[in-house]
């Protein structure tokens, strides 16, 4: 199973960023999926997630502002990050629970940086 995750950027406070997972090996139809981040020097959060392939979750921290979606057809995860906060900068991951846990290596990532 490979994750790619792309569309993260430079914005500034109160912008917008669209980041898709491209999964490969693996249908996420009826996956529980999710989106992880990580800060500089912080553990890795999980900030959003499918249960299931269809009940959604978010961090306190992001309700409201982010939405996680996904392409069944092409295996690809969203997340759409509305209100940009500088806290929200650092690494974003994608990955597929298996027992409750996310399974798979994670991939690169893709780097989110929100100035003030």
């Known amino acids: 199973v490979q994750l790619q995750a792309s569309g993260g950027g430079s914005v500034q406070t109160g912008g917008s960023l669209r980041l898709a997972c491209a999964v490969s090996?693996?249908?996420?139809?009826?996956?529980?999926t999710g989106w992880w981040r990580q800060a500089p020097g912080k553990q890795r959060e999980l900030v959003a997630s499918?249960?299931?392939?269809?009940?959604?979750n978010y961090a306190d921290s992001v309700k409201g502002r982010f939405t996680i979606s996904k392409d069944n057809a092409e295996d690809i995860l969203y997340l759409q990050m509305n209100s940009l906060k500088p806290e929200d900068t650092g690494a974003y991951y994608c990955?597929?629970?298996?027992?409750?846990?996310?399974?798979?290596?994670w991939g690169q990532g893709t780097q989110v940086t929100v100035s003030s």
């Open positions: 090996g693996i249908r996420i139809g009826a996956a529980s």
């Open positions: 499918i249960i299931n392939g269809v009940n959604t």
């Open positions: 990955n597929v629970f298996v027992g409750g846990r996310p399974w798979f290596a």
